[in-house]
């Protein structure tokens, strides 16, 4: 399995969210509640697609 590093999943995460938040609320405003799910996208992403530049 790939290693996965925290900035490349944080990274990741936050370009999806800033992406389709309609309401413009910054990502390091957002809690938890709402950044896991988009955490685990990109978890998810990286492991099938492989970090960006390999």
Known sequence: ???L???DV???AQKLYEA?????????ERSL???DP??????KRLLL???AGT
């Open 49 to 51: 697609d492989g970090p």
């Open 10 to 12: 944080e990274a990741l």
């Open 20 to 28: 389709s938040a309609p309401d413009g609320v910054p990502w390091a």
């Open 1 to 3: 399995m790939a290693e």
């Open 38 to 43: 988009w955490l685990a996208t990109a978890r």
């Open 5 to 7: 590093r925290r900035h």
């Open 33 to 35: 509640v709402v950044r």
